[in-house]
Nanobody
Framework: QVQLVESGGGLVQPGGSLRLSCAAS????????MGWYRQGPGKQRDLVAT???????NYADSVKGRFTISRENAKNTVFLQMNSLKPEDTAVYYC?????????WGQGTRVTVSS
């Protein structure tokens, strides 16, 4: 019913920047909450940032002031601008869309922060 495709991951140096994109398609009839999550090696999948249907945002403490989530509603696309990247930001980043209580996930895009 719904498909999410992430892009923009890659290898960056500490202090660098990266912009992730997530395009949603399928049976999307309105604006739904979306978010970014990440999972490092041997760790659980944790929330990074969310954006509501009204545009309200929420961030994990570890990324506040460095990451910015935004959306282009007409194209059902959400972005994650990542600045001042740290090695601990290394993870696979996943996009999520929430239809009430039902969530759909993308395949993930890998971000590696290393010198």
């Amino acid at each position: 019913q719904v498909q999410l495709v992430e892009s923009g991951g890659g290898l960056v140096q500490p202090g660098g920047s990266l912009r992730l994109s997530c395009a949603a398609s399928g049976s999307i009839d309105r604006i739904y909450p979306m978010g970014w999550y990440r999972q490092g090696p041997g760790k659980q999948r944790d929330l990074v940032a969310t954006i509501s249907s009204s545009g309200s945002t929420n961030y994990a403490d570890s990324v506040k002031g460095r990451f910015t989530i935004s959306r282009e509603n007409a194209k059902n696309t959400v972005f994650l601008q990542m600045n001042s990247l740290k090695p601990e930001d290394t993870a696979v980043y996943y996009c999520k869309i929430l239809f009430g209580l039902k969530a759909y996930w993308g395949q993930g895009t890998r971000v590696t922060v290393s010198s």
